[in-house]
């Protein structure tokens, strides 16, 4: 027997239960870690593993004992042969590949003795290695927020400017055959792999899925609202929340209950009430009735679970979960939570977990409480119960799913992360673009923010409107807060702008649903998170470093939020914003900008800075359609930026019913701006998915005024209603029941070309809004009327020593 494995069937084997298999069928996860043995190159103590070109994993051990099973963070090791050559001389030992030129003095491993070079041309790419240096690391994701007011440290990511990362899985569990796990064996040695991909961020994230597993397609119904909150709700209370969400017109797709779905004050023989896994009939008297009610009104329901303090003799499945352990339920001695244990797993997922799922609930909330530490060293609780659950989730042929903490390295297998409970504060607010940008750099592209904050902090209206600006335009909308009678985030608890801006951007979320769930097909097939930093797309512009809390949303959006009190006296918030080269247009706004420069975004509180490329093509779902779920429209709205040309493929499928063998449906789409046409293809794959007929409205944002234009369809002549919106630089188009077989093109007669902005229009606006002198205002716009020329007029007003925020607001209007 392989000593590794005996040892770890000593460890194990007081926890394991003779009489049953230890892990089901369907929590057995597929790897391949076995590296072709060409690829490795060996000695009596060292083994290094080329698995890349910019790729090698490095092992040392004193035993020269190495290690082939998976771990928790590397599932397959069975990469593409690269090239490379080895010189190994007496002492010294060179690899050399396209990218990587390692030496190693074949002792343990030492900043001496083991270099690896970053080959390139430029000086920036000749970055050396040396063992134990971590580099300009440009941080990963961090475990957990709660308590966080502000920044919080990170671990580190696999990116850098010096062009290389280290990740240690030296102390990670290690898969078996059949799926349970095992420490590693004390004094085991080092397990190392060095990423060597310069600044060719994205294929190091694509070859780390390749290493890791890809991240899962969610379904779909997560990219919706989700509401949230830590409150004592009854089911009559809940259900009330619901309809009102309704009639106000704001939709949800998923229902968060806190812990008190379950019974919390318990009898103090029995502990604390913080676990629990029995409906309290106090508040859901008929808990069935509750969650089909839900379901019937579009939304899905996920629990709070905090797993830590077991079973105890309270629980309705407390009897079952004891005859499973071999145990008398009449002594009603509490049951361990035990992650290191088969048997008590089996119980966790048969008596606990199912039978709640049969009943209703559709996926769940896996709270902390057990920090890192079990029975066994090693077994981080965190890291398992993510692990299985989510492997669990997809017993059924459901799309699996659960909702948890950050666990390490290859968590982006287990989506969606709960990043924890933060404080109310702008310190707050300041740090989360950041944060979940980054986090792609260790490819954890869905994280679940408390949007909003969920606890201490003030009531701040600002505040509420830029944190659910960004909630929208991150991975997750989750709006939540604690039980606090002043802390909900229901939009009619703020003034009337302030929850009219709400209201807006909550049924935002749902229109953009087919942009998202295109996102999220690319996320899982092509290794591209939702949301990335901007430097993954110019990682050579030194201003693409500069804009941390600024980042790509999907391959059309970028989005710049402001996370900082607004000027109330000019009613504007700001955000420092650099806009790489080429034509931006506002997504909200329709202002045109001229890239290739870094510049001061101003907005009002209605408007988040979101800029699209020229050519960019956005699929959404009407606003009128916009209800509670998440079904594929039959009213589709397209936003069409000018400027250049481009191509957009909407993918749609029918989740959750994921047993079919047809592909999603796809349909193509295409602006052709020196023919001025704009076409929407047939669609192909699983037509079914999506509705036979389609109304389109089609808003085309920064054309200039057109002439003669002319839809058809399969070659007939289509009717449409055109209106033309100058204050945002859209002309808007609606056709009327097109067949999703048959698809459209839209002609502009006269050909397609570029708006200019209204500057002294939106000039007038800022200043019709600001709380200034009358007099100033006057001042200031007799100098627009009488200065044609931008460059003059922006000197003459540098003259007149306004305000900084005003003056950078007319400067950023009369620059675009």
């Not at 105890?312 to 499973?324: G, L």
């Not at 009002?604 to 594929?632: F, M």
Request: with cysteine.
């Amino acid at each position: 027997m392989n000593p590794d494995k005996a040892f770890a069937m000593t460890l194990t084997s007081e926890n394991t239960h003779l009489d049953i298999e230890r892990l089901a069928p369907h929590l057995r996860l597929a790897t391949d870690p076995s590296a072709a043995e060409t690829s490795v190159v060996r000695g009596d103590r060292y083994r290094f593993t080329v698995l890349t070109s910019r790729m090698i994993r490095m092992e040392y051990s004193e035993d020269g004992r190495f290690e082939d099973r998976a771990s928790q963070m590397a599932l397959n090791r069975r990469f593409d042969q690269p090239e490379f050559r080895v010189i190994d001389e007496a002492g010294y030992l060179q690899i050399l590949t396209e990218h990587l030129h390692l030496t190693y003095d074949k002792e343990p491993f030492s900043p001496n003795g083991l270099t690896i070079q970053v080959k390139g041309n430029l000086s920036a790419y000749h970055s050396l290695w040396r063992y134990s240096e971590a580099g300009e690391n440009l941080g990963g994701t961090a475990r957990t927020l709660d308590g966080a007011d502000g920044a919080v440290p990170l671990e580190p990511g696999l990116m850098s400017r010096n062009g290389y990362a280290v990740l240690d899985d030296s102390a990670t569990l290690l898969l078996e055959d059949d799926g349970w796990f095992s420490p590693r064996r004390p004094g085991q040695g080092q397990d190392l792999y060095f990423f060597g991909y310069g600044r060719s961020y994205r294929d190091c994230l694509q070859d780390f899925y390749r290493l890791t597993g890809n991240t899962p397609m969610i379904p779909k119904f997560a990219l919706g609202n989700w509401w949230s909150r830590y409150y004592r709700y009854t089911a009559a209370e809940y259900k009330e929340l619901i309809t009102r969400f309704k009639t106000e017109k704001i939709p949800f797709s998923v229902a968060v209950l806190d812990m008190d779905w379950h019974h919390v004050d318990i009898d103090p023989k029995f502990g604390s009430g913080w676990t629990g896994y029995t409906w309290n009939t106090e508040l859901f008297p008929d808990p069935d009735e509750f969650m089909g009610w839900l379901h019937e009104n579009g939304l899905r329901l996920t629990l709070n679970v905090h797993p830590a303090d077991g079973v105890r003799a309270h629980e309705d499945a407390y009897a079952a979960v004891a005859f499973t352990l071999g145990l008398d339920p009449a002594e009603e001695h509490p049951i361990v939570f035990d992650v290191t244990d088969p048997a008590f797993l089996k119980a966790y997922f048969e008596q606990l977990h199912h039978p709640l799922e049969e009943r209703g609930v559709d996926f769940w909330w896996l709270d902390w409480q057990s920090g890192s530490h079990s029975k066994i060293a090693g077994f981080d609780p965190l890291w398992v119960l993510n692990h299985l659950h989510f492997l669990d989730s997809a017993r059924d042929g459901k799309r699996p799913l659960t909702f948890s903490r950050y666990a390490g390295p290859g968590s982006h297998r287990y989506p969606i992360g709960f990043s924890g409970d933060t404080i109310v504060t702008w310190e707050s607010l300041q740090f989360q673009p950041y944060f979940t940008a980054t986090a792609s750099n260790i490819g954890y592209g869905w994280w679940s923010h408390d949007i909003g904050g969920h606890m201490g902090g003030y009531k701040d209206e600002d505040l509420a409107v830029r944190w659910t600006q960004f909630g929208v335009f991150s991975p997750i909308m989750r709006l939540h807060s604690s039980s606090s009678l002043f802390s909900g985030k229901e939009p009619w608890g703020y003034r009337t702008g302030a929850a009219e801006i709400m209201t807006r951007y909550l049924r935002l979320r749902h229109q953009l649903l087919p942009y998202l769930h295109t996102m999220n097909h690319r996320a899982s097939e092509e290794g591209l998170p939702l949301v990335q930093p901007m430097y993954y797309e110019h990682p050579e512009n030194d201003a693409a470093y500069s804009v941390p809390n600024q980042y790509l949303f999907g391959t059309k959006l970028m989005v710049c939020p402001i996370t900082s009190p607004q000027n109330t006296t000019l009613n504007l918030g700001k955000t420092k914003a650099w806009l790489p080269e080429g034509v931006w247009i506002d997504f909200f706004t329709g202002m045109v900008y001229r890239g290739d420069r870094t510049m001061y975004l101003y907005r009002r509180p209605e408007h988040l800075p979101t800029l699209a490329p020229a050519g960019a093509i956005i699929p959404l779902t009407q606003e009128s359609a916009a209800v509670n779920g998440t079904a594929n429209p039959a009213s589709v709205e397209l936003r069409i930026f000018g400027g250049a040309s481009g191509t957009f493929e909407l993918i749609e499928d029918n989740d959750p019913e994921l047993t079919s063998a047809q592909s999603p449906a796809r349909t193509a789409m295409r602006l052709d701006w020196e023919t001025g046409t704009f076409t929407v293809e047939s669609v192909t794959g699983y037509i079914s998915a999506i509705p036979e007929l389609r109304n389109y409205e089609l808003s085309f944002s920064g054309f200039a005024a057109t002439g003669q234009i002319t839809v058809t369809s399969a070659g007939r002549l289509l009717e449409y209603t055109l209106t033309a919106n100058h204050a945002t630089n859209t002309t808007c188009v609606c056709v009327k029941d097109v067949a999703a077989s048959e698809g459209l093109t839209i002609t502009f007669e006269n050909g397609m070309a570029l708006t200019e902005n209204d500057a002294a229009g939106r000039a007038l606006e800022l200043l019709a809004d600001a709380q200034i002198e009358f007099r100033l205002k006057d001042a200031i716009f007799k100098k627009i009327q009488e200065c044609s020329d931008a460059s003059l007029l922006i000197s003459h007003l540098q003259s007149m020593d306004l305000e900084p925020d005003l003056m950078g607001a007319l400067t950023e209007i009369f620059l675009a």
